[in-house]
């Protein structure tokens, strides 16, 4: 998602140093560079443009973040950051996969009764703010984790609505309570219905976003909910932690994410030892990949852990199958 210039391409800097944040002509004007000197700067390559008017060194690692600094220096104050920049400002990724490689658009919300910003590389929008919804990080004024929670939980598709929520659980300390109260105000407003079927699932034990996707598509099966981060004890000692497990029937749901160019062949190495030992003491491991959400590969997977939960002997078979095994 960062964009960087080349080493090769990166010009030399010129005197008197430029700020290594987002600037305009205005904040330039007293260190004696001349509109001018501006236009050169830009033809020759030692500035890009982030929005209309506002500038960045090349050497600056341009990510959404500087973007949203960025907006900052030419918003209105009734202009405000929202949505998933607010949520990357707060340390939440939600960004979808298709967008990496790419700085996405400053996403900022005016509130009710202002007009939208229209600048270049800003998605603007209207939308109604309390006072309370407001807050500033790093010099941006930014929308409160309560209420971007709030708003992405209406705004984003399902799996990744419930996703932000999860971590806006985890990383804030939102509690169900809150959340719950807090969306009173969102009577009637387009998406309400499922951020409030959404909040009494979001969980701060989840650890990503594919956690809570996966979790989600079991939900939505009509399966039991599964317990999150299970740790399985050999010898008495917390050696093994499940992603989602049913304990009680030895059941364990793992997502793997990972490509095998993504890791290490010790890590690969200790997955499938961890693996081959749970299975051998009478655990079904099933492991959820990219790619399983959807069609007949979310068809397999769920059909696998409905069978593995299904009989009421299955658990026994298992462990008399691990028990087999290890003779």
Known sequence: ????????????MTKPPLPDHPFT?????????TRADLDHLRETRHIVTLLRGVFVRADVEVTLAVRAAAAARVMRPHQ?????????????????????????????CARRGHGPCLRGGVDGRTRDLA????????????????????????????????????????DHELTAPALTMASYRFRRRRGVVQLRELIPLADPRSESARESWTRLAI????????????WVTVDGVATYRLDLAYAHRRVAVEYDG??????????????????????????????VRRGDFTGAALDRWIHELR?????????????????????
């Open 219 to 230: 939900i939505d099966a009509g399966l039991p909910a599964p317990e999150l981060q299970v």
């Open 131 to 170: 006072d309370g919804d407001i807050m500033e990080v790093g010099g941006v004024r930014v929308t409160t984790p309560l209420r971007t929670a709030l708003d992405l939980g209406c705004i984003l598709e399902r799996r990744d609505a419930l996703a932000a929520l999860d971590a806006f659980r985890r």
């Open 1 to 12: 998602m960062p964009h960087l210039l080349p080493e090769a391409d990166r010009p030399a």
């Open 258 to 287: 990972y490509d095998a160019h993504e890791r290490t062949p010790e890590q690969v190495a200790h997955d499938e030892e961890r693996r081959a030992w749970l299975r051998a003491h009478g655990w079904t491991v099933i492991v």
């Open 80 to 108: 405000i950051v929202c949505d998933r920049t607010a949520a990357w400002l707060h340390g939440i990724d939600v960004l979808t996969y298709g967008e990496l490689g790419a700085v996405p658009d400053v996403e900022v």
């Open 307 to 327: 069978e593995a939960l299904a009989s009421p002997y299955s658990n026994r078979r298992r462990l008399e199958r691990g028990a087999k095994n290890r003779r």
């Open 25 to 33: 002509f205005a904040d330039v004007r007293p260190l004696g560079v």
